[in-house]
Nanobody
């Protein structure tokens, strides 16, 4: 079965860091563009980051540039999101996503979604 499972969320103080993990099963993550979306209560889902190995591109939302880093470990079929200098407005459920080859800003273009991991940034 194709599945994406996120982990690593939790409560962190403003200015702190977290690393989210997304483990893939049922398919080879390296053959897909992978990334992250997030959604806070009462807000629309928004793109965070995406990486396409085949196309050779990495994208970050403007709100995350310089603070977040997306990476992969193909040996364990896992993608990561390192989040630094976290702000209260970063609080959301973070979803791991995968598309065919290219990264997309439209969430409807992604074929696979995880169930999400919650991140709360608060003092």
């Amino acid at each position: 079965q194709v599945r994406l499972v996120e982990s690593g969320g939790g409560l962190v103080q403003p200015g702190g860091s977290l690393r989210l993990s997304c483990s893939a099963s049922g398919f080879t993550l390296g053959n897909y563009a992978v990334g992250w979306f997030r959604q806070a209560p009462g807000r629309e889902r928004e793109g965070v980051s995406c990486s396409s190995v085949s196309v050779g591109t990495i994208f970050y939302s403007d709100a995350m540039k310089g603070r977040f880093t997306i990476s992969r470990d193909s040996a364990v079929n896992t993608v990561y999101l390192q989040m630094n200098s976290l702000k209260p407005e970063d609080s959301a459920i973070y979803y791991c996503v995968a598309a065919g080859k290219s990264c997309y800003y439209n969430q409807d273009e992604y074929d696979y979604w995880g169930q999400g991991t919650a991140v709360t940034v608060s003092s």
